[in-house]
């Protein structure tokens, strides 16, 4: 005969987790999900329910599983899975045994109107003033840099790519190939180096090119927190250089700017020397002939400030797995805003534990 569950056996199993570390509860004591209710409410602005009906789910509720998809790289169905099996999920949101949990539909409904109204970035904009009266202001200057986020790969002749970079719509397009078919993404080419290997005397390297289909994340991070504090996004082709304007952050307290070759053009330049900024820019090697040994140097000192940004890209790529399942630019825009939230709030985490912001 199985035992039957005693008034107190939730409690130990909560206990338990709290007991092994849970992140989440973790989590939930560092950041107040609370504050993101008014821009919520504002944003669905539902009725009130004087014809009755079902009552909706709570909005901050639903804000925060869509920061557990992040989080966990859970899709819609995913996650309405996990929060019914998991007990730290239904402890993060609050629910209990018997609750209600909003299932995919709803879930993909809720992100959807966040996507229409454009909230997803008011939301970000909030949490950053959190960070601000916490302390944490954006210090030490700051340091941009992009990474591609890959998209479903669309499969299409030579002649309909053609006409989606056109900016039109290949002819005989059905309602529903339109609706699957992401036409804002763009291929680019992802390059890179293998690790040298020791052959005999000489040590070689191979560069690697991989394509790849997707959009952008531009970001602008702090050098003093590592927080992101600006960002925007784009299809995978932009050129990242091309985006600095709209990640500079006018708040940063220091005057530095670290980024790759890729941002040294005379435009940028300019632009940073307008608003009394200085350029920590790295350089590139002169064609056909050796690195100089003062810019090795250089490059050498700026590269270990500016290789920070990247530290953001292997936690959104490895540990968050960040991909885009979804179709069109504005909810890609959506989804690595979200992504870049989530981030902040794992690096408020680690940072509230590890000391008072200075």
Do not use: C
């Amino acid at each position: 005969m199985v035992d039957q569950r005693g008034f107190f056996d939730l409690d130990e199993r909560y206990a338990a987790l709290s007991a092994t570390g849970d992140p989440l509860e973790r989590l939930a004591s560092v950041v107040d999900f609370g504050v993101f209710r008014p821009d919520l409410d504002a944003t669905l602005a539902r009725s009130d329910r004087a014809k009755g009906g079902r009552p909706p789910y709570d909005a901050v509720l639903m804000f925060k599983i869509l920061v557990l998809q992040v989080l966990y790289g859970l899709s819609d169905d995913q996650a309405e899975f996990q929060i019914l099996d998991r007990r730290s999920f239904g402890r993060f949101l609050g629910l209990d045994d018997g609750d209600r949990v909003p299932d995919a539909k709803t879930i993909w409904l809720f992100r959807e109107t966040l996507t229409r109204a454009e909230a997803v970035q008011r939301l970000f904009d909030r949490f950053d003033a959190v960070l601000a009266d916490r302390g944490y202001l954006a210090m030490g200057g700051q340091i941009v840099d992009a990474t591609v986020i890959e998209a479903r790969r669309p499969r299409l002749t030579t002649q309909e790519k053609a006409t989606i970079k056109g900016g039109g719509t290949p002819e005989g397009w059905s309602k529903a190939k339109r609706a699957q078919m992401d036409r804002d993404g763009r291929w680019t080419l992802k390059r890179g180096r293998k690790k040298p290997k020791l052959d005999g005397s000489a040590r070689t390297a191979t560069e690697i090119v991989v394509p790849a289909f997707g959009y952008k994340n531009h970001i602008g991070v702090d050098r003093r927190f590592g927080l992101i504090r600006t960002f925007t996004v784009t299809h995978a082709a932009a050129h990242d250089g091309g985006q600095l304007e709209g990640l500079l952050d006018p708040n940063n307290l220091a005057s530095g700017v670290w980024a790759d070759t890729a941002y040294r053009s005379t435009a940028n330049l300019n632009l940073l020397d307008q608003r009394g900024l200085v350029p920590q820019f790295q350089r590139a090697k002169p064609r056909g002939k050796p690195m100089p040994a003062h810019v090795a140097r250089g490059n050498a000192t700026r590269g270990r400030i500016r290789a920070r940004v990247e530290h953001v890209f292997a936690e959104q790529k490895r540990r968050l797995e960040l991909v885009i399942r979804t179709v069109g630019l504005d909810r890609a825009t959506t989804k690595i805003t979200l992504a870049n939230l989530a981030y902040n709030m794992r690096r408020l985490t680690w940072l509230d534990g590890k000391a008072a912001p200075a």
